[in-house]
């Protein structure tokens, strides 16, 4: 049995499909930033500790560095480009904006994706939950202050937006 | 200025919509077609000869397009020039040339299709080495005999000198007592999260680059480019992409020049972005070193003079080493009225990272010095650690107040800042609260510090280390342009890297202009054929205040003049009938007579038989502005290195398991004043940031080197960064000491947090461990530095 | 930073990964979650010739009781353990280590069956497993075999696995109900490897408040996780539901020396292991006050 040099791969990024031959060595960062465009995906370590590359794969956190892309064959990604419903932000990029949760901008569409993760798990997390559940994305930046602010507030915005 | 309806609002900086949409145009975003993709080779030596290079198999492999040496990099390059003249001439090109001198230098590099080949070529390259001992502790390094950087140099001190101000040896021979005591920082670095990088695409027909990067100083680095291609700079133009956070850091000339002499050599356009592990190895460490400090106190307990014998670690900076020393010198006294000041500095190399700008620069390390000796002299005297420190603050009647050095403290109000700080931290009732905790076991500390933070680098006082005058003085440049359609277009040279600028700037304009926020864009890109600039030009030493605002302002203000100008001319009224509101000029007396700035704008830009005789069509304002508060240095060697003097206080109270020597901190209480408030949210988010480094410095940050000069931590794995769990909520609050000498009173914010933090923590813990007599040394103050003082200091009871 | 070429397979059968083990990738490497080993990848200081992708092999994922078991596939993902209600109920030990693995990201995509294998001292499975008593089940081409945890772990990211070896389940006996449990971990940033970590296991006698016997194992700071005997044997004299608190505080703080004394020649660590030592023992009194505390409650 050979291996061959490029895999085929089948996957939907932000609801679009893709299909193609991939290199196997590719991460699922640079193909989502490379092939598709999505350059909103940052690369901050390649090694799997700032999270500035997170993504959702079939809606759960990961670090897409630290995947390799053929790994995502049949799955949904989701990336920052993928949260707005055309101007409509999602409440925790609204959120992010209105406690101005960033500066550079850099650590952001990681953050606000682990935001989604986490808040999807628990939607009612205490201030400690949230700093922990985001302890795993670093912000060179704020000192977190706002973000666990903006983490805080979409978390009550989404609850009442959801009572019937 | 007139109005200021925009001025103090806290309008969240509209920058914030694009990156929250993933939309940031960071240099790694950019892409040009057929462009190719650099690595770079590094030694992985600290010091050693250069045998042989060769990479005939490296560039076999398909997809590998150049190779570049440090042999060819000198033919095809000048070398870099250093800021202080050495006595000899030190070549210094973008690749290491006959030496390595520290490990993760750069060797050779590589240019291919892909970031992947470029390091698949990488190891195929051969590179023959003939080690060298290496020296790593710079008192080391000081010594004769020591291994030298630089054999023609005859030594690795790059730079020594004393300055005296006031009566030193007299005052100190005087004094009732004189304390004394050693201090050390460590290196550490605030890493932005994007790392550095440039696309560098050279036409060879027309001689001409253009290059994209996310350097944060672009007047700076344009020259050295020119200099080192053998280009006009006129056949250079330089883009700056956003810039995900600079800090200091954001700078490498070097690596701009490889990156052009690559897309050179290849035809293409190269980007070269350097990853984690080059940039915690090899992009800028802030300086480590030893600090020897004095203090003469009287005996009614006035600080009369202090003595600092500072030896500042460089690494391999030949580039511009002494940054950090001078503004120790500036900061010598913080916010004490202190007569005398000895300061003896040394700048030395060794095999390490080269030192650079980092955010604080220097001044943490100062902070942290006087602040820990002044908590020791109240202990040492039986005095209270708050009244030795009130009774010395340099009152508000003496402001402004020039220091010994010659800084010059343009207002503030520090008993103030430290009142509403003991107030913020809970000071009265913490001596209860501490008791208490011990009876439970529990050790709890408060500590605080109080620092000056100036902004706004003077060029000049470089003339102290350099003895030349290469450049003075303190400015930017910026440009106002009243569109065809009545919209405001604002340029401005510094850009910033995360700091709002785009928002401030348009706030400023607005209320020059009389215009809505929503009609000003501000430009978030510096491009040299666009932007006015300045050797100055860039985003450092938080100049926002003391210089872009002037230079904003400047501009506003000339496009003002005409547009009140050209309407007094078509309403047939003089220009003092008239102002500048809601986006019109209109007449003070009937705000019906008016043309809007869309009329005006229509009569400059189309019907120009409209204008006045004598007036030029456009409605174009440039500013190039200089702090006139720059100086040059004196005979006394006394200057202004800093200008506009912002102030803080930090306190924190921390638990200490004495089990474990882990510190956690559980309040902490900022009290800042940087004059003005233009934009209050900016600010506080500035505050925020800037003290999580200084916690990251204090309790997590530290590169390590083994003693053969290996560096032991080179990713985030183990340089550890403060998470959103190690940071603690702030409280925050503020004064106003509006500075006499900027156009709105503002002063610099951005890096200050960094530098009292520090010095707060470690008092904090020294406070908890004060039963046991634990004295701490060295930061960072990791679980096991605290555990083993506490051991120490129970071993010697 | 990316990674040296490599080829790869993506295994659909268990059987298909074992073929390809011990042939045309009997040089490569497995990938499950890759949460360690793409990071060392990126680095380039692992450069596996070859890959084989373990994580679309249906069946290697699951959580169940089984008898006086629970069985948990080699491919499960921690996040999954993380909200198993089962294990939550059954396996309390692990529940409280779990969470402590990493961030949400990496819990995402680790899986048991790779924390294992790569054996990280410092990470929190191999402990727990071992003071669980787990039972690793491994397939070979010749058949499987059942590996005790105290012979799992051989040493620093070293395990008994053969190299054509792959683990398929972990299996852990439920016939002693614990009294009490605690797992405490050190680690310098919240989500950080473990610099020391102890898992305790307090059994009870019928009636329920004399301790029978006790499992204490210690990891971060050694090179593999290390049963502490002499202080269970310590534990299981001294300690009951009625003893005094001054009682118990000695015996704490022996278990703490006693810890301290036993895990010396263990230590990992480089110049200094003095301070390790030290944070292990502490971190052995404190998961077995832990459990002291848990055994009141209940």
């Given amino acids: 049995m050979k291996a061959p040099d490029l895999v085929p791969v089948s996957l939907e990024v932000n609801g679009i499909r893709f299909e193609g031959d991939v290199e196997p060595r590719k991460t699922l960062a640079d193909f989502l930033r490379e092939e598709l465009g999505f350059t909103g995906v940052n690369l901050g370590c390649e090694h799997g500790v700032c999270g500035a590359c997170s993504v959702l794969l079939d809606g759960a956190v990961v670090r897409s560095c630290i995947l390799l892309a053929v790994q995502a064959d049949g799955c949904k990604i989701t990336t920052i480009e993928g949260l707005a419903r055309e101007e409509k932000l999602h409440p925790i990029q609204q959120a992010f904006l209105d406690h101005h949760a960033l500066q550079c901008g850099f650590c952001t569409p990681g953050m606000v994706l682990a935001a989604v993760d986490l808040l999807k798990r628990s939607p009612h997390p205490t201030e400690i939950q949230i700093r922990e559940a985001l302890s795993g994305n670093l912000c060179m930046c704020t000192g977190y202050v706002n973000i666990v602010r903006a983490v805080s507030a979409a978390a009550e915005r989404i609850q009442t937006a959801e009572k019937p | 200025m007139k109005n200021a309806q925009w001025k103090g609002q806290a309008l969240h900086p509209r920058e914030d919509r694009r990156f929250v949409t993933g939309r940031g145009l960071y240099l790694p975003n950019l892409s040009f077609p057929k462009m190719l993709h650099a690595a770079i080779l590094r030694s992985i030596h600290p010091h050693a000869r250069i045998v042989s290079i060769d990479v005939a198999e490296a560039l076999k492999i398909p997809g590998v397009v150049c190779a570049l040496t440090g042999e060819q990099a000198r033919a095809l390059s000048k070398p870099l020039r250093p800021l202080i003249p050495l006595p000899v001439e030190i070549p210094y090109y973008c690749l290491a040339y006959e030496k390595v001198r520290y490990v993760g230098e750069p060797v050779v590099a590589v240019a291919a299709v892909s970031r992947y080949v470029a390091e698949d070529a990488l190891d195929k390259i051969r590179v023959e080495y003939e080690p060298l001992p290496a020296v790593v502790d710079p008192e080391a390094a000081m010594k004769p005999g020591a291994p030298l950087l630089f054999e023609p140099l005859g030594t690795n001190i790059l730079w020594h000198d004393r300055f005296t101000y006031g009566d030193v040896d007299g005052v100190f021979s005087r004094a009732a007592h004189v304390f004394s005591e050693r201090f050390f920082i460590h290196r550490y670095s605030s890493t932005p999260l994007e790392t550095f990088g440039c696309i560098a695409s050279y036409d060879n027909s027309r001689r001409y680059l253009t290059l994209w990067t996310n350097d944060q100083r672009p007047g700076q680095a344009m020259p050295i480019l020119a200099h080192s291609l053998g280009l006009s700079i006129t056949q250079i133009r330089f883009i700056t992409a956003d810039i995900g956070g600079g800090f200091g850091n954001k700078r490498k000339p070097p690596y701009l020049v490889l990156a052009a002499l690559l897309s050179r050599l290849s035809g293409r356009p190269v980007q070269f972005i350097e990853d984690r592990r080059e940039n915690l190895m090899a992009l800028v460490h802030a300086c480590n070193g030893v600090m020897e400090l004095e203090v003469a106190v009287g005996e009614a307990g006035r600080l009369l003079g202090v003595r600092v014998r500072d030896i500042a670690d460089e690494g391999l900076n030949v580039l511009n080493p002494t940054v950090h020393s001078l503004l120790k010198l500036g900061n010598v006294t913080n916010c004490y009225e202190i007569g005398a000041v000895g300061f003896e500095g040394y700048s030395v190399m060794t095999n390490k990272c080269p030192s650079g700008a980092n955010r604080g620069i220097g001044k943490p390390f100062m902070c942290l010095a006087l602040e820990r000796m002044l908590d020791n002299i109240a202990r040492r005297l039986g005095r209270d650690r708050i009244e030795l420190r009130r009774q010395n603050l340099v009152p508000p009647e003496l402001m402004p107040y020039t220091t010994p050095t010659g800084e010059l403290i343009d207002s503030g109000n520090f008993p103030e800042t430290l009142n509403k700080l003991l107030a913020l931290i809970g000071y009265e009732s913490f001596r209860k609260e501490q008791e208490k905790a011990r009876s439970q076991g529990r050790w709890l500390g408060l500590g605080l510090a109080l620092a000056i933070e100036p902004s706004t680098s003077n060029q000049s006082s470089y003339i102290l280390t350099s003895g030349r005058r290469n450049a003075s003085g303190a400015g930017e440049a910026a440009m106002v342009r009243v569109e065809s359609d009545g919209s405001v277009q604002v340029v401005l040279g510094d850009v910033g890297s995360g700091q709002g600028h785009q928002t401030a700037a348009a706030q400023i304009v607005a209320d020059e202009l009389g215009v809505g926020f929503e009609a000003v864009q501000v430009s978030p890109y510096f491009d040299s054929l666009v932007s006015p600039w300045l050797y100055t030009t860039g985003n450092y030493s938080n100049k926002f205040a003391g210089t872009d605002v002037g230079a904003i302002q400047g501009a506003a203000k000339k496009v003002g003049e005409k547009l009140l100008s050209l309407a007094a001319h078509l309403l047939e009224a003089s220009a003092e009938e008239l102002e500048l509101a809601e986006g019109a000029v209109r007449s003070k007396k009937d705000p019906n007579i008016r043309k809007t700035l869309q009329e005006l704008a229509q009569v400059a830009y189309r019907d120009l038989l409209a204008l006045p005789a004598e007036m030029e069509p456009g409605l174009e304002g440039r500013c190039y502005y200089r702090a006139a508060l720059a100086d040059l240095p004196d005979e006394q060697r006394r200057v202004r290195g800093q200008l506009f003097v912002s102030n803080a206080g930090h306190a924190t109270v921390v638990e200490v398991d004495i089990d474990t020597g882990r510190v956690t901190i559980l309040k902490y209480a900022i009290v800042h004043d940087c004059g003005t408030v233009l934009n209050p949210v900016i600010v506080e988010g500035l505050v925020h940031g800037a003290t999580a480094h200084g916690i990251g410095a204090a309790l997590y940050e530290e590169f390590v080197y083994d003693e053969q000069g290996q560096p032991l931590n080179t990713t985030f794995v183990d340089y550890l960064k403060p998470t959103a769990v190690e940071v603690p909520d702030f409280k925050t609050d503020h004064l106003e000491s509006p500075s006499p000498y900027t156009p709105l009173g503002m002063k610099g914010v951005g890096e200050g947090g960094a530098i009292p933090a520090p010095a707060a923590i470690a008092n904090a813990v020294e406070n908890a461990l004060e039963p046991l007599g634990v004295r701490l040394s060295d930061l960072p103050l990791t679980p096991e530095r605290v555990w083993r003082a506490i051991h120490s200091a129970k071993k010697k009871s | ?298």
């Fill in chain 3, 1 to 298: 930073m990316k990674p040296a070429p490599f080829h790869y397979y993506r295994a659909r059968s268990l059987q298909e990964a074992l073929d390809l083990l011990s042939g045309p990738a009997a040089n490569g490497k497995l990938l499950a979650g890759g949460q360690s080993l793409i990071p060392l990848m990126n680095l380039r200081l692992a450069r596996p010739e070859a890959l084989i992708d373990l994580n679309n092999i249906p069946g290697l994922s699951s959580i169940r009781s089984a008898g006086a078991e629970i069985r948990i596939g080699a491919l499960t993902r921690h996040r999954e353990m993380e909200f198993s209600a089962l294990l939550a109920k059954e396996l309390p030990l692990l529940a409280e280590a779990i969470p402590q693995i990493g961030h949400p990201a990496i819990r995402n995509r680790g899986t048991l069956g790779g924390s294992l294998a790569h054996a990280d001292p410092a990470a929190e499975l191999p402990c727990v497993l071992t003071a669980l008593d787990a039972r690793m089940v491994a397939t070979a081409p010749d058949g499987e075999r059942v590996i005790r945890a105290e012979d799992f772990f051989t040493g620093f990211y070293a395990t008994a696995l053969a190299d054509n070896e792959i683990l398929k389940e972990v299996r852990i006996p439920l016939d002693r109900r614990p009294a009490g449990w605690g797992f405490v971990e050190f680690a310098r940033r919240h989500g950080d490897f473990a610099l020391a970590e102890a898992s305790v296991l307090l059994f009870a006698d019928d009636a329920g408040d004399r301790c029978t016997s006790a499992r204490v194992v210690v990891g971060g700071s050694v090179e593999r996780p290390v049963r502490v005997g002499g202080v269970e044997k310590l534990i299981q004299g001294e300690i009951s539901l009625n003893t005094q608190a001054s009682s118990l505080a000695h015996v704490l703080q022996r278990v703490e020396q006693l810890t301290e004394t036993e895990i010396q020649s263990s230590i990992a660590g480089g110049e200094n292991p003095d301070y390790l030592c030290h944070l292990t023992g502490v971190l052995a009194r404190r998961a077995l006050e832990s459990a002291m505390e848990r055994w009141r409650k209940a």
